[in-house]
Structure formats: C-alpha cells, structure tokens
C-alpha cells in the first residue's frame, strides 16, 4: 500500500454560504447592476453565474486535483507538455464566456461586475489551482491588449484568447532581475516595418508555455536599444510564440522553453524558463509608446497580485476543508478531564487546542475572502461612479490582501508610498470606513468590548505612524522602511480585525440569517479578537523601539 | 535544464565555532570528565570525537543528501529497500564505536558524556538526517534493552546492534493509536515456552524495515490477553524481523512491510507500515514486567523527544547556511535610499528585511542548540552526582526543545505536569538559574536592559500561572489546560531568551574570544529581545483573558 493523499480529501472545498453572505449580506454586490455599465446583469443572473462555475469546477477541475501534482508538466525539445486536460479547461472557459467576462462590450467582453469575477475564481482555485491559473492569465493579457494596445491588434489577439484557443502571459522576470525590474536586459531593436526583433531570456514565467492550446502571448517587458537605464527606460511587446503569418497560418516565431520548474503547492502548471531570438527571429509588436512598458505591466501586476492574494485563499480553504473532515473523522484520546480507557475515543475537532487550530485556518480563510470580495466591490464602485477618493482607497487595501514572495516589497510599499501618499488621504479615508463599522460594533453587547478593542489599537498605530515619520526625518529612510514587513502584519492584522466586526455587524443586523450561522460567525469575530489581534501588542512594541538591530550592522556579522 | 535544488547547497551546514563555544566555553562541558564514571575521556579525546564526526559527515552523509531525497525508499515483496549507502553509514558507524558511544563498559560501550554524543548527533543530522537517522534509533533500542530486558538477552542484540550489522526500531503507533497509546490493540498471547505470540499492526515506524542490515529489532508495545485496559495494560516486547534460529542462523519471524510512507524533510529513510503475525507465526520476548512498557518505552520516547528537537536545529542549521550562501551571492536591488540604476546591484544580505530574516533563522538554532546541549549536559550531571533535584530540573527544560507533531501533547506536559509536580519545585529550580543568568546581565552594559526585560517577563510568567491555577480550581482542567500550546510557546521564548543572555554573559566574561565573534553573539541576543521577545506579550493577554472561545463551544459551528 502506498500513500494516497486523495483519501484525506473530502467533496467540499469552499463554502457557499459563507460565499453568499459576503456577496449579498455583507456587500450587498449585486446592487452594482444599477449602473448604466453593469446593467446588463441582474441579481438572479449573477447567482446563475455562479451556480455555473461552482458545477464547472466539479467537473473539470477537482477530480483532476491530485492527478496534476503527481504527473507534473514535462519539457520535451522545446516545449512543455501539460495534463490533457488543461486544454479541455481553456475550451470551456471561452465556451462559456469566462476568460472575456470583465472585458467590455466593445471588444466582445460582458461586462460583469469584477466582485462576481473575483468569486467565480476563488471557486475555481480552490477547485483545483492548477487547472486555473491558465485562464486568470489570459484574462490579465487580454486585459492588457484591450487597455494599451493599438485597436489594430485587438482583433489579432481577443478572439483568440476569448476563446481560449490562445493563452496569455506576463513575461517580466528574468535571471538577474526578479523584484528588482528596474535591471531588465532583453534587448529590442526597431525594424523598419517598425516591429522590433527581441533578443533575452525570461525566468519562473507561469503558464509560459503549453501544448493545450494553438498559441502563447506574450506581454513581455524589455529595453528598446538606446533607452535610459532603470525603470524609465523599459517597454511592453507582445510577443507570440506563433506570429502570424497570414490569416490564419501561424509561424514559429523563435520563441523556445529551454526549463520548466514545479512550484510546490502549483506544480500542475508549468513555470517555464524561456528563450527569446536564439535564432535572431523573435519579432514583437511594441505596446503603447517606448519606455512606458513598466507602468502599463503594473495593471495586470496589480490584477496578478489580487489574484495571488485571492488564491492563497482559495488553496487554505481547500486545505480547510480537508483539515475539518479529518478532525471530524479522526478519533484519538478522549476529554481532557475525562480518565476512563473504556469509553469510545473522541473526534479530535472535540479538542479545545484543534479547535483553535481549525479557528486559527477558518478565520484568516474567511476574513481574507471578505477582504478581497470587498476589493474587488470597490473597484466596480470606482469604475461606475468615477470617484477619484474611492478608486485610491481601494488602492490602499488592496496591498493587504496579497502575500506572495515578495510580501517585504509589499511591506514598503505600504509604509514607503501608500501611508504618505496625497499627505495620508488614503489612510484616512480606510480610518473612515473602519470608524463606521466600530460605531455599529458598539451597539451590540456581543461586539462592543472587541470595537473597543480595535479602536484603541488604530490609535495606537496612528501614533506609531507619527513616530515612524519622525525616524525617517531624523534617522533617513533605511531606518524609517527596516521593519515595513512587520509594519505590514500588523496592519493586516487590524484590517482582518475590521472585516470581522463587519461581518458581526451584518449579522447583528439581519433578521433573516440562520442562528447557527450567526452564531458560527459571532463565534469566529470572538476567536479573533481574542488569539490574533494581541500579536499586534509584540508588533507595536518592535516598531517603536528605538534599537535598530539590522540597520548600519556589518551582514559580516551573520555567519 | 530542470531545476537542481543541489547547487544552491554550499559546503556549510553548521557552525563549529558556535558549537565549541557552546560545548567549552558556556558549559565547560569537558569538566565531566573529573567524574569517575566518564574518566575515561579527556578534553582532548572529546575534541577528537567531534573531529572524526565532522569528517564522517563530510565523507558519507553530505554528498548523498540530495541523492537520498530524490531515489525514495520502496516497498518490493514485503520488504522496504533503500539507498545503498545507508549499509556503509550503519557498518562505518559500528567500526567507529558510535552507535555504542553511549552505553556502559559493562555491555561494551564507551560510556561517552551525552552532551558529545548530542553534539556529534546534531552535526550528522546537519548533514543529512535520513542519513543517520537508523544510528539514532538503533542506539535508543540497544540502550532500552541494556536497561530493562533480562541479560540473558544483552549478548544476542547489543553486540550485532552496536556494530551496525542490525538495527532498533520503537514500534507504538498503531491505526487507532497515536496520542493515545491507551487505545494500543496489538495482543501478546503468552506460551508454554515463555514468549508470546504477536499479532497486530503498527504505523508510522520510523526506519521500520530496511535492507541495509541482516535484522530490524522492534522495541514493540502490545497488550497481553486479559491485560488492564488503558496505559496500564501495556507491555513491552523485543520482536526481531528474523528470530534466531540457533547460533548465526536467522529464520523469518513473521514481520512484514505493508506500506512505506515518505515524509516531507525526511524521504530517504523509510517509514513503515508492519504487520506482525499474519500467519500467526510471529514470536515476542518480554521485556521486564508485564504491564509496565509504557513506562519503559518513556525512557526511549525521552531520548527520541530529544533527539526529534536537536534534529529539527541540525536541519534548520543547514538550512540556514543555504539561505546565507544565497543571500550573500544573489544580487538583487540597491540600497533603498539610492536611486542610481547605474550601480551594480547588491547583495540580498544588505537589506535590513534579510537581516532580520536571517537573524529569525540564526536566533532560534544557535539558541535552541545551546538549550539542547545544555540539556544533555544536565543528564551527564544527573548521572554522575544523583542529584534528585538536578534530574527533575532536566526534564523539565528538556521538554522545551521538543517541537515535533505532538506539540499540543508538550503543552499539555507541561502545564498539567511538569509546572505542578511536587508543588513547582521543577520550575523553581528553573528559575533560580536563569535569575543567576540574568543577576550577571546586569553588569554588563550591552546586556542590562534585555536582562531588566526578562526579570519582569518572569514575573509575569509566575502571576500568570498563579492565575491559571485558579482557573484550574474554577472553572476545570478544560478550561485551565485549553491554551497549554501557548503556555508552552511563551516558556519556550522566554527560555530562548535566557539562552542568549547566557551566551552574551560568556562573552562579556571572556578575556581569549575573538571580538567578531563576541560582536556576532551581542547582535544575536540583541535581536532576540527586540524581535522575539516581545511577541510574549501577546501571549500574555491571551493566557490571562477569561473569554474562553474553544472550550464549550458546539463544534459544529466551525463548518
């Protein structure tokens, strides 16, 4: 007998409920239909477009879930063979209208409000993420064409990729230059046709290559010959693997996979490592104007991000889910207080510590979902009511839902750029917001003591927002940004805390919810408050110590 | 080229500075050898020991390290094969004494202070675990054998154990039975002729089969016919995969692999699934007494706890030094207050965030590997001064370095236990050595304020559990041992914090240390308070609230 992890999975992977909640309780989402732009939607189609997704991912997504991570991505002369299936996975998602569904009408998009988008791919991934990273991919490209690229290739490249007869990618990192851009290396020299011949290599590119679909495109970041060194001097092409020759007839266009890596956790997609004008034939097709290339990439970086938050999100729930069955099924020991050997032995969910643990998952889970749904609500918000204020406010808590890799970067972003930015507008403008949810916390014996809570915790991190500043005047930046990362955490952890007031709030408020529903919810607002929002207590007290440990030490010293 | 996790491994994978510093100047830990039963040795022979541990490590464990992980252990026919050095590493560690360094003249070995073994233990777990992990085990088993089975037994497994030609198992874990050794369904029926017959199974062996050596000896728990239920119906048995037929020859005793498992962090050694008398042919030899294995087997179960924490720091020490080689070669960015794209990028290792991240790393394996070999060195003590007290004192800090599966079970140890036995006296005596630690602290400059913060830290500690034992009293030992894991998680930080201020105390004390050295310790201890140190207080508050969110609630409305 050998091991077979597929046993500890049950048949749920998110909750549905939960989903509902947020969407149409918390959110109220579907009101958005009353924009001129969203109007084509109504409240039922939007359910239905759920429904859609949660069946489509039964089907093609989750019965592949285990397969794809065992037999992972191969590359053979030059190209990466994928699970047969991913090809079915891309047909269907153009059959159905998924890979255009927030592109406009114009270029033969749906217009779907992005919160509803957001929540069909939190189905998806926890599905399966694997199998659907190629399509959020797609939509991100595809998006990119639609915004910056001349009108004359949106027929070239939308169909296609609607169709999901084609992929999408975004090509930026290469061997020297991952967080740092900035150092970029591939070459682009203009023609006279004014296409440009591309010349380097890209790393750790998802999706950069696969025998399940007709064509690759790639969004790919690169130095036009003679352009100023550093960000200002980068530009975007697209870059197909296949160029089109004439209608119709596609022709290889020097673009090679010399690796393919497997990230743990996502190995069923391939990470490809690609080689770009070995044979000096690469052709790409400048976007927009030169040596704007990296300001257009931050919008599907930004999309990217909020995707990469989103899925962490949806693998935990999967992993939840997974983790709750076995606590449920798994008998070991018995109460605590309880000395009998010949009673039955208890579920281990029974167990004050593995409730915790399971409370521990749930919260961040669930939290994070609100979190993200929220975002992306706001962002449909200012789309639709051209708000200036709102669409930087949702700028400024979109960088709390995402940690990836490079979640330092994230640090200093928040505190080097976001915090300061139009003298702090944006943080008052969350404060704001925060405030409101307190003031309705407090009117409910259940919540008050935790609205107080956070309350003092936002005074608390105002005052520390003043003491950094003076750092930075009087110590310089280095010491000002040493500890963003851990300025991050705790402000994502007062964030959470914000989300779960707000889902109390709601259901303080409804009369329609279900009790134990509610009670689940009060239960987890409760968990919170009381396990995670006191590590902001260790936080605070770092970063308003005046001892700066790892500014100025000679790195000598680590050894 | 597919990716080869092996070239970001340098030749580094632990730090024999820090290690002689611990051993020599910190605990003058060769000043055991003034006592009788470890005269044997000398500083010097125990230097040498280090030294030829180091270059055994060098020659057969290092370079198989990626080999190992990649060409898992297979389950063929019933049997478990694996990498075939795992036989040079089992023969070479007998020739050279090792697996016998620590057990007594009387049964041939080398009656070595543990605190080196430890030492030695955790250099070859740095180099590759899987490796020597059959050597840790097998030792444990002979060592069981030397202490509770009959010596009729001695001459037929110790000899052949301690020269690497068969290895020990601890064969407990059972389907149904993990936690809860109480719920052990494996039966003993006894025989005319005094043994037993086994018939049952067990899960989860470590190194539970193998053909690297002639014979696998199982250290098994079983419950005889008719036995108590519960811990105390258990008893304990010697159950060769081959029994001895008559002098030399080996028959087949019914012992059969079922299953091989391969756990993340550890896939060249196998981990076994066994049955034990299929055909009813399997034969046990008790060991002591009926009924009293569990408190046996607590002897080996110590030594593996022990052994599971150091090599959880052998591991991460490896880990660290691959980090550090990468920090230190991969460039990336500049300086964040330099804008000049023209620069040559810098080395990971000069931004603050990498510092701190390395300093996390380097903190906590320094730190614990300093407790641990302090710990080995209390049990050397132990031994040779029957000290009662000196040996309630080691238990009770031995408990901390353990941070394996079952943290939620050393919580539980601790606060239900160890804190209360004979009226806290453990804890007390704890405290009096960190206070002594912490009285020297305080005359030195550079680590006065970290010692003030520890005193009140301690003080803090003893309310709290004045005010746990009231919740005892109160409300329950549900309610009072329901936060045990944190319990344990703030100790443990508040010991590493004792660690540091001890290892800057030997610094500040010493007049022959190089000062680099002595400047590397001071950056460590004064991270540890800055960074890690303060994460006690959300602990605090935890611990101390009387909302008690998991106990009591219906389980059901985590969903």
Request: proline share 2%; hydrophobic share 40%.
């Amino acid at each position: 007998m050998q091991t077979n992890s597929s046993v500890f999975l049950g048949d749920k992977y998110y909750n549905r409920e939960h989903l509902n909640f947020i969407l149409f309780d918390v959110l109220k989402a579907d009101t958005v239909t009353k924009y001129e732009y969203f109007s084509d939607h109504d409240k039922e189609a939007l359910q239905m477009y759920i429904d859609a997704t949660d069946q489509f991912a039964k089907e093609y997504l989750f019965p592949h879930l285990v397969e794809m991570d065992r037999k992972q991505p191969e590359l053979v002369d030059g190209r990466i063979r994928v699970h047969h299936v991913h090809k079915d996975i891309m047909l269907k998602s153009g059959e159905n209208g998924w890979i255009s569904i927030l592109a406009s009408k114009e270029v033969g998009g749906l217009q779907m409000p992005a919160v509803f988008s957001t929540a069909a791919s939190f189905i998806l991934g926890a599905a399966n993420y694997s199998g659907c990273v190629f399509v959020g991919l797609t939509m991100g490209a595809a998006h990119l064409i639609e915004t910056f690229a001349d009108k004359k290739y949106h027929d070239v490249y939308l169909p296609k990729m609607f169709a999901g007869q084609w992929q999408g990618t975004m090509a930026l990192t290469e061997p020297g230059a991952g967080s740092s851009l900035s150092d970029v290396v591939t070459t682009a020299e203009k023609q006279d046709d004014g296409t440009y011949k591309i010349v380097g290599q890209k790393i750790f590119i998802s999706c950069g290559d696969s025998d399940a679909v007709d064509n690759v495109v790639h969004l790919l970041l690169a130095r036009v010959k003679g352009a100023p060194t550093g960000t200002k001097g980068i530009s975007m092409f697209i870059v197909p693997r296949e160029r089109i020759k004439q209608e119709g007839i596609l022709e290889h266009n020097d673009v090679t996979s010399i690796g393919v890596y497997h990230k743990m956790g996502y190995k069923g997609a391939p990470i490809a490592h690609l080689s770009f004008g070995e044979n000096n034939d690469c052709t790409g097709w400048l976007v927009g104007e030169e040596n704007k290339g990296l300001s257009y990439m931050f919008q599907m970086m930004n999309e990217a991000r909020i995707s990469v938050g989103l899925h962490a999100t949806s693998i935990s729930s999967a992993a939840y889910y997974a983790s709750l069955k076995y606590a449920n099924e798994r008998l070991q020991g018995r109460n605590i207080a309880e000395k009998n050997p010949e009673l039955p032995q208890t579920p281990i969910i029974n167990h004050a510590d593995v409730k915790r643990m399971l409370l521990f998952q749930k919260t961040f889970i669930d939290g994070a979902l609100c979190l993200e749904l929220q975002c992306s609500y706001f962002s449909d918000l200012a789309r639709v009511t051209e708000g200036e204020e709102q669409e930087q406010y949702y700028r400024e808590t979109r960088i709390h839902t995402i940690h990836e890799g490079t979640t330092a970067i994230h640090g200093l972003d928040l505190l080097g750029r976001k915090v300061m930015m139009k003298g702090g507008k944006a943080v008052m403008f969350l404060m704001q917001e925060v405030m409101g949810d307190i003031a309705k916390a407090k009117q409910h014996d259940n919540t008050k003591m935790h609205a107080a809570t956070l309350e003092k915790k936002l005074g608390q991190l105002q005052d520390l927002s003043m003491h950094l500043m003076g750092v930075a005047q009087k110590e310089g930046v280095e010491a000002y940004l040493s500890d963003a990362t851990l300025y991050l955490e705790l402000f994502g952890t007062l964030v959470m805390g914000w989300q779960w007031l707000k889902m109390a709030n709601t259901c303080n408020e409804s009369a329609t919810l279900d009790a134990d529903f509610k009670d689940s919810k009060f239960l987890c607002c409760n968990y919170f408050f009381e396990y995670e929002l006191p590590k902001a207590e260790g936080l605070f007290t770092r970063l308003k110590s005046t001892n700066r440990v790892t500014v100025g030490v000679n790195s000598k010293l680590i050894d």
